[in-house]
């Protein structure tokens, strides 16, 4: 079965400094990535898919930036955090039509 | 655009009590429906999705769904609701056969449930 694993599960940054957030996922091959971003209190807002190695997309213009260097690996990664970074971080992985959601990284910027 | 409407922000029931959460849809195409729900601090799990056919769907944890393409709703329905519902839950809507297209999602509505 497939599983999709988030790494670290708490972070807590001062502003400025650098950022890198992994998602891996087992148990499939050449899957979509997705990481989305979910402020305290509001919905789920999309950062960046990928469709396959090197490929990204970005949805809003942003502070952040996404890598895809394997299959089954997506990270998320700033030069410069900021406050308004703060906030729960999911990655997902979609097969079969459906979405896919890791267990998510909170992300505290002081 | 399409977009997914959850009217309800937050809804509190009493344990035993049944439950329907609304979601409205627009969408210019066939949609595909999912309900995620989310505890605190934790990622989504998918309760349910609607593809095609019988427009009610079972999902996990005794929930189902009921797509009604007429109202372009597809509301989240449990007969009797246990303290451990007590979440947030998300509608989420794509076009068919969406390849690498992207969810559109609602705002959710967060569940209490009192003894």
């Known amino acids: 079965s497939q599983t999709i694993h988030q790494w670290p599960a708490t972070l807590v940054q001062p502003v400025g400094s650098p950022l890198s957030l992994e998602c891996t996922v087992e148990g499939t091959s050449n899957p979509n990535l997705y990481w989305y971003r979910q402020a305290a209190g509001r919905g789920l807002q999309l950062l960046f898919y990928s469709v396959g190695i090197g490929q990204i997309s970005s949805e809003v213009p942003q502070n952040l930036s996404a890598s895809r260097p394997q299959d089954r690996q997506f990270i998320l990664s700033s030069k410069k955090l900021l406050l308004s970074d703060s906030g729960f971080y999911l990655c997902a992985w979609s097969g079969q039509e459906t979405q896919y959601f890791g267990p998510g990284t909170r992300l505290l910027v002081l | 655009a399409q977009s997914v409407t959850q009217p309800d922000i937050h809804i509190t029931v009493s344990e035993g009590a049944s439950l329907e959460l609304r979601c409205n849809y627009s969408?210019?195409?066939?949609?595909?429906l999912f309900w995620y729900v989310q505890s605190p601090g934790q990622g989504l799990q998918l309760l349910l999705k609607?593809?095609?056919?019988?427009?009610l769907v079972q999902g996990i944890k005794g929930f189902e769904a009921e797509f009604k393409r007429s109202q372009s709703s597809f509301n989240l329905r449990k007969p009797s609701v246990h303290w451990s519902d007590a979440a947030e839950y998300f509608c989420a809507v794509v076009r068919a056969n969406f390849g690498n297209e992207k969810l559109t999602f609602g705002t959710g509505t967060r569940l209490t449930i009192i003894p």
């Open positions: 969408y210019g195409a066939t949609p595909y």
């Open positions: 609607y593809f095609s056919g019988d427009t």
